[in-house]
């Protein structure tokens, strides 16, 4: 007998710790733990150290408090030109009331997909295709601030919406690789066009460089011909005037050595008219005399042709 109550007692103990520590809760961080009792919500846990009654108590659901992503399936959605394309989207969210979040609405995250797919086709249904294809940022935009309105019931607010592709029937998608093609090509076109007249111009400016330098070659050496040429004549003269200074000179001595020597007058005018003579160097065909010569010429003339005879 009192081996059977002392098992009972102990037994009554481990079940009393198990059902002690099956009540304690620790909930970590970035989560919450939404409490129910007797099935009505009770309360919202945060970060911590928890009790809750035994029986009476259950965790009816943990949240993630954590920004998330959700990535829907491409959704099916005709513009306003009767296009079809597929687009699929992402959503950047956070739960940020887990009481609204846990009795807001069935299977949020298929509720969030759905909304997203209505949205999205209310937005594209107002585009034309070349819109659709160029206006992600204020299809971005709108689809956030949408669904931000409808998930705030829930408990959800939606961060960001972003289109990841936009998918375009194949025809048209040909047809728009073609025309890239054919832009890409033109661009090439005009680029080559470009270089050639560049290439062009720069040759241009190069001949017309070496002509105006070459220009200013014949310039300077026509400068310095006619600077050597000049030269040439100016030494030549000052030459030339030595040459008769000196000449002149050495009569000039000549004629005083003679009139030192005594010789009469007519003896001084023949010496003149000799050094005339060698003035002219044969280079002149009249040399004007004075008149006080021209007798003695003549009889220098006269005695020189007795003498030959």
Request: aromatic share 4%; net charge neutral.
């Amino acid at each position: 007998m009192f081996d059977l109550a002392s098992l009972f007692l102990v037994v009554a103990i481990v079940l009393a710790i198990w059902l002690v520590v099956s009540c304690i809760r620790i909930v970590p961080q970035a989560q919450a733990y939404v409490i129910e009792r007797l099935g009505a919500y009770q309360g919202t846990w945060s970060v911590g150290f928890h009790m809750k009654l035994p029986i009476l108590d259950r965790v009816a659901k943990r949240v993630n408090l954590k920004e998330q992503v959700a990535d829907f399936a491409p959704q099916p959605v005709i513009t306003k030109d009767n296009v079809t394309m597929r687009i699929d989207t992402v959503v950047f969210y956070q739960i940020t009331d887990p009481k609204l979040f846990a009795y807001g609405v069935e299977r949020p995250m298929l509720a969030i997909e759905n909304l997203t797919a209505t949205t999205l086709r209310n937005i594209i249904g107002d585009l034309e295709l070349d819109q659709t294809l160029t206006s992600r940022e204020t299809i971005n935009t709108k689809m956030r601030a949408a669904l931000d309105i409808a998930t705030d019931p829930w408990g959800i607010k939606v961060n960001r919406v972003e289109l990841k592709n936009i998918i375009p029937p194949a025809e048209i998608q040909n047809a728009m690789e073609r025309q890239m093609k054919a832009e890409r090509e033109r661009r090439e076109a005009v680029t080559r066009a470009e270089g050639e007249k560049r290439a062009k111009i720069l040759e241009a400016e190069g001949v017309k460089e070496s002509v105006i330098l070459r220009a200013e070659a014949d310039k300077q050496s026509a400068i310095l011909r006619a600077e050597a040429e000049k030269e040439k004549m100016i030494r030549e003269a000052e030459g030339e005037a030595e040459a008769i200074l000196t000449v002149q000179k050495a009569n000039a001595d000549g004629i005083r050595m003679l009139r030192e020597a005594g010789a009469d007058e007519a003896v001084l005018k023949l010496k003149s008219l000799e050094a005339f003579e060698k003035v002219a160097d044969g280079q002149a065909t009249t040399i004007l005399l004075p008149a006080e010569l021209q007798g003695i010429a003549s009889l220098a003339a006269t005695f020189k042709e007795s003498v030959n005879r």
